[in-house]
């Protein structure tokens, strides 16, 4: 009887002695670096640089074009403003000016509506042919503009479009509307397709219950979209060059060229000119930024 109660209290549980523990010597968990501990020099510094960098090239195109000819001063003091009028009156910049903001207009609408109806196709109509078209899409964006400059010359040529700013509009179109497609596809796609049911049942048509339901939404993605397209033939060189060779019908970039001669440059003038072009889209992003930002993340989050 002995020997079985002392076998017991071998295998009895040993209570806990009580009283204050040890510290353990297993480490906690490391805690994250929180965005607020971090010092704030080192998000203003780079940032700072960044900026540096991107406005010094501006800040020496403003001073080029403010101050005098031959003057080295680093401040545009006094101001001057016959550089401008140089490149508006005596180098055309007003009618390049105008030729420009009907292409860069023209390209917006034209490729806005037709990515519109083609991104609302991909998006909510399931046909065979829908992966190949849209590997086609993505693979034409590959293919670099220049490769393009013959035959299209060679259709334009055929159509009596040569010297025409129509030309230059097709082309811009055609170019920008795979990316532009795509995108607006991602942006219908995000839209519940219950909205547009729900205006079926209270008698809408589809494509009434697309401009009353989906078109409102879509706001970000089309002022996105249209606002590349606006920017790109804006900017774009290429097709103006090759397309329109009467000096009434070229565009800004290709007046730029003409400022550059084979022994000299006007600084001044040039300066100025970049000036005239780089206003309007400054200001296109200025009041567009919010709408673009909102743009850009519309298909990042699903849900």
Excluded at 24 to 46: G, K, L, M, N, T
Excluded at 89 to 110: C, D, I, P
Excluded at 151 to 162: K, Q
Aim: hydrophobic share 50%; glycine share 8%.
């Amino acid at each position: 009887m002995t020997a079985q109660l002392a076998e017991k209290g071998t295998h009895a549980r040993v209570p806990a002695p009580r009283g204050p523990q040890p510290p353990s010597r297993s480490r906690a968990p490391r805690r994250e670096r929180a965005f607020d501990d971090v010092p704030r020099w080192q998000i203003y510094v780079p940032l700072g640089l960044y900026l540096l960098f991107t406005l010094v090239p501006f800040y020496w195109m403003l001073l080029f074009a403010l101050r005098p000819a031959g003057s080295t001063s680093l401040v545009p003091w006094p101001v001057t403003f016959e550089h401008f009028d140089k490149v508006w009156n005596e180098r055309s910049f007003g009618v390049f000016f105008q030729n420009s903001m009907l292409v860069g207009v023209a390209t917006l609408v034209t490729t806005t509506l037709i990515a519109l109806s083609g991104g609302y196709a991909l998006a909510r109509f399931d046909f065979r042919i829908k992966n190949g078209f849209m590997l086609a899409l993505l693979c034409s964006q590959f293919i670099p503009g220049a490769l393009m400059l013959v035959p299209l010359f060679e259709i334009f040529r055929e159509l009596r479009m040569l010297n025409s700013l129509g030309s230059v509009i097709i082309a811009e179109t055609v170019f920008q509307l795979p990316l532009s497609i795509i995108l607006i596809s991602g942006f219908i796609k995000n839209v519940p397709v219950s909205l547009e049911e729900a205006a079926w049942v209270d008698g809408c048509s589809r494509f009434r219950a697309f401009r009353a339901v989906v078109l409102p939404l879509l706001r970000p993605g089309l002022i996105a979209v249209g606002s590349f397209a606006f920017v790109h033939s804006w900017n774009h060189f290429l097709f103006a060059l090759m397309f329109l060779s009467r000096q009434e019908r070229q565009t800004i970039p290709v007046g730029l060229n003409t400022l550059i001669g084979s022994d000299s440059v006007d600084l001044g003038a040039l300066a100025a000119g970049g000036v005239v072009a780089a206003v309007p889209v400054v200001i296109v992003f200025a009041f567009i930024q919010k709408w673009l930002i909102t743009g850009f993340s519309a298909g990042a989050v699903k849900g």
